[in-house]
Structure formats: structure tokens, C-alpha cells
């Protein structure tokens, strides 16, 4: 089979290409295309995974190219995982909120906004050139806003793109591990939109066993999301929302941490990934590419979310807590279970259909999908509480601001996504982002309609 990952020279790209190995079931994975538009990213990539390949037989072959529709023929399976703008464009997005005194993540609140409002013309051709270059392709998007960029894929390629993120299955591990049981054998129970759902119940052997947990103070803030969250804020809840939701929960704390910090996260990838690929570049064959991709992964995983940590006063990361769902472990069960048509249960972003009454059939919502040869169905699940209906249909209704406005050029449509958003509470706050964004990123001057 042959797999194209779009945006080939991500940092992330080694994770993937290193389960591609341990495959060797028949009909896996035996050519891997990396596509990028940068020549020299795609170069430090290719280096880690030969690396990684080395001694391993019959590992899949990897070719790079910087023309995308010469990566497109011919594939079973894209995953898309590009970064329009780049992570400048991240720590842009950071800025401009953060002057604005409102949170600028890179897919939750003002940010999320400019991301989607900058990527979603990019993943909208992507889809067309699919549609055109490999119809019986899968894509399985990894580009964040995850959700929204599905969403936007699946107006042109319908079901045949499917979303996934690794913060649900992630929480059901950790959560899984502390009730006793086997991540790997445990149901998980996950309502929502991407980065922003709530786990209801874990099943272990049949039995839920969330009220335990919930019961157990102790036991409760013992655990990432425990300890992000507080138990008291939890056993309120009555469940465990994903941690992107501290940005909802804890706003002001959030962003007065972001506004104290020396630098934002996107800057600190962004100079962190710089003296990585300047590394490779600069020392040429005497580097070892997978020693120095390794040591920069590990130092990006103990900073994750570190700034919530900050504000949420729990200190570094637990070490049982640096493992994450492992998204490239989701998208190649995902894979396998199309191509060989292994049954298997996951949690993905997929069109809602008549899951979640509160939103239309064509909404992407993330959920368990029982997943086939025909692709990803979503699970009938219990409806969310009124709070979570709540603050699920305004944000949906700001990405279908945002999908609009992308199709439009709409100036007006795009001022009006952000306004909308809970977490910027003006509508003058919502005009000058939008200046502020068109000043940094030029790709945003097609929004110029009134």
C-alpha cells in the first residue's frame, strides 16, 4: 500500500514511520511519500527515518517530493498533517490575542480562528486534488483545528476523510491505568467536538467504573486532568473533560499565564524545531538525526501545556503522565482497520449523522466510531448535559462561521466568527483581531469582502 503523509517534513513525521515498522502484517504499508514545500525540512526528515529503518527488514521504502500531486496518484491512504504558516504563523496568532488580552492557542478561541481561517483554503484544494488524483483514497487528517479542517475536507470527499487527535484517548489511558484496568481493553465513554469533550464512563470488563474514580478525592487529583482540573471542579462536572477545556474553565488564569510567560508555546517550538532542523543541516552526515530528534521530542513533551500547569499551580508533568494517546498509533489502527477491514472501536471526528440531536447531520463531532472496510461509524451515544450542549453548539456555530467565511472572502462572515467565540467577549476586540491577523499573515487578505 501506499501511504502519503502532506506535510512530510513535520516534526512529528519519525512517530509515524516508526509504527509503519513495526508492522508486518500482510498488506501493510510499503511506500511512504513524504510531501512538503520545504526541500530542506523534508531532508532532516528523510535523514531520522533512515535511521530508523536501518536493520529492519523489509521497511517501507521513503521517497520526498515538493509536488503534491505527484505524492497524490496512485495513494491508498493520505494523512494530512500540514501547518500553513508554519510555526511563526502559531506564535503570530499567540501575539496578536494575547495584546488583545484574550487567549490565542492554536485551535481554541482567537487563535483557532486565524489557524482555521488560514488553513481551511489549503485542506479545501487538498481535497479537491484527491478527489481528482486518488478517489479511492482515505485521508486521515491530522491538521489542527482538527474538527473544523474535517469538517471543511468532508464537504468535498464526504466520508472518506476522517479526523483524529490523541488528547481523548490520551485521558482514557491515564484514566484507564488508575482505575486498575487495561487501557487497551477499557471502553471509553468521550462526548464532543475536538478539544472540547468530556469523558462520561470507562468500562472495564462491562462496569463503569468513572464513579468510582469520581468518589475518590484522592484518587481523582492524582492524575493529569485531576490535578489541571481539581477534583472539587470534576466531581461538579460529574465527568472529565479533555484538557484542552481548561481554557474555558480557567480562562483569566490561562491567560494571564500565557501574557507572563517568556515566551508562548508556538515561539518555543518554533525556536526549538529551528536549532533542530539548523542541527541537521549544519553538521551534515556527522549527526545522528534520530539521537537529536529524540532528545528535542522528549523536552516537547515535558513543556506541553505547561503554561495551565502554571496557572493551575501543579508544577512539572508526573512522568506516568508524558505518554500521550499516541496519535500515530490511532491513525495506523484506523488505517488498518479500513484496509484489512479489522473491527476495531476508536475514537475519531466524523460526521455526526444523527449522534448528538443538538447539531445536523453534517456537523463533525469527535466520538467513539465503530470502524470497518466501509470506514469510521459513529456509536449512539447519551446526550451531554445542558452546559456541555451549550458551549458545543456556540463553538460549532463559530466553525461554521469560519467555514463560511473561507468560502466567502467575507470580511464581515469572519469578524463574526470571532465575536461569537466564548472566549472574546467584544465585538470591537473581534475587529481589531482580524486587522491584527491580516497584518501578520498576507494568505489572510482574501478576506476583504464586506
Same mark, same amino acid.
Given at each position: 500500500m501506499k501511504l502519503v503523509i502532506l506535510g512530510g517534513g513535520g516534526f512529528r513525521v519519525p512517530l509515524v514511520y516508526g509504527a509503519l515498522l513495526g508492522d508486518h502484517a500482510e498488506g501493510r504499508v510499503t511506500e511512504v511519500v513524504l510531501h512538503d514545500l520545504d526541500a530542506g525540512r523534508l531532508g532532516a526528515v528523510a535523514r531520522v527515518l533512515a535511521e530508523q529503518a536501518a536493520g529492519v527488514q523489509d521497511a517501507p521504502t521513503v521517497t520526498a517530493t515538493t509536488d503534491l500531486d505527484e505524492a497524490l496518484r496512485g495513494a491508498d491512504f493520505v494523512f494530512s498533517a500540514i501547518r500553513v504558516g508554519g510555526l511563526e504563523g502559531r506564535a503570530a496568532d499567540e501575539r496578536v490575542?494575547?495584546? *488583545?488580552?484574550v487567549l490565542g492557542q492554536e485551535t481554541v478561541g482567537a487563535g483557532g480562528i486565524a489557524y482555521g481561517l488560514r488553513t481551511v483554503p489549503v485542506a479545501v484544494d487538498i481535497a479537491r486534488r484527491?478527489? *481528482?488524483?486518488a478517489p479511492d483514497a482515505?485521508?486521515?487528517?491530522?491538521t489542527n483545528p482538527a474538527g473544523l479542517v474535517t469538517e471543511a475536507m468532508s464537504r468535498h470527499i464526504g466520508d472518506r476523510v476522517i479526523g483524529i487527535c490523541d488528547s481523548p484517548v490520551g485521558l482514557g489511558r491515564r484514566v484507564a491505568r488508575m482505575l486498575g484496568g487495561d487501557p487497551d481493553e477499557a471502553y471509553i465513554d468521550y462526548v464532543g467536538l475536538n478539544h472540547l469533550g468530556w469523558l462520561r464512563g470507562l468500562r472495564i470488563g462491562g462496569r463503569d467504573e468513572l464513579p468510582r474514580l469520581m468518589a475518590d478525592s484522592e484518587m481523582l487529583g492524582s492524575f493529569e486532568e485531576g490535578r489541571l482540573f481539581g477534583p472539587e471542579w470534576l466531581q461538579s462536572l460529574g465527568s472529565i473533560p479533555n484538557e484542552y477545556l481548561h481554557y474555558y474553565y480557567f480562562n483569566r488564569e490561562a491567560v494571564r499565564a500565557y501574557q507572563e510567560a517568556e515566551q508562548t508555546r508556538g515561539a518555543f517550538l518554533r525556536d526549538q524545531q529551528a536549532r533542530f532542523y539548523d542541527e541537521l543541516k549544519g553538521n551534515g552526515a556527522s549527526t545522528s538525526?534520530?539521537?537529536a530528534w529524540d *532528545?528535542?521530542?522528549a523536552e516537547r513533551e515535558a513543556t506541553y501545556m505547561s503554561e495551565n500547569r502554571e496557572a493551575a499551580g501543579v508544577g512539572e508533568r508526573a512522568a506516568e503522565d508524558l505518554e500521550s494517546g499516541g496519535y500515530e498509533k490511532v491513525a495506523l489502527a484506523l488505517m488498518r482497520a479500513i484496509a484489512r477491514d479489522e473491527r476495531t472501536t476508536l475514537i475519531l471526528?466524523?460526521?455526526n449523522r444523527t449522534t448528538l440531536s443538538a447539531l445536523d447531520a453534517e456537523a463533525v463531532i469527535e466520538v467513539p466510531c465503530s470502524v470497518d472496510a466501509n470506514g469510521a461509524h459513529p456509536l449512539a451515544t447519551d446526550p451531554l448535559p445542558g452546559h456541555a450542549t451549550g458551549l458545543v453548539c456556540a463553538v460549532k456555530a463559530v466553525e461554521r462561521e469560519v467555514l463560511s467565511a473561507a468560502e466567502s472572502g467575507s470580511r464581515a462572515t469572519a469578524v463574526k466568527a470571532f465575536a461569537l467565540h466564548p472566549l472574546v467577549d467584544s465585538v470591537a476586540v473581534?475587529?481589531?483581531?482580524l486587522d491584527g491577523y491580516r497584518e501578520a499573515?498576507?494568505?489572510?487578505g482574501y478576506l476583504d469582502r464586506a
Open positions: 490575542a494575547l495584546a *488583545e488580552g484527491v478527489r *481528482e488524483l482515505w485521508v486521515i487528517n491530522f538525526a534520530l539521537r *532528545e528535542t521530542r471526528n466524523v460526521r473581534a475587529r481589531r483581531l499573515h498576507p494568505g489572510l
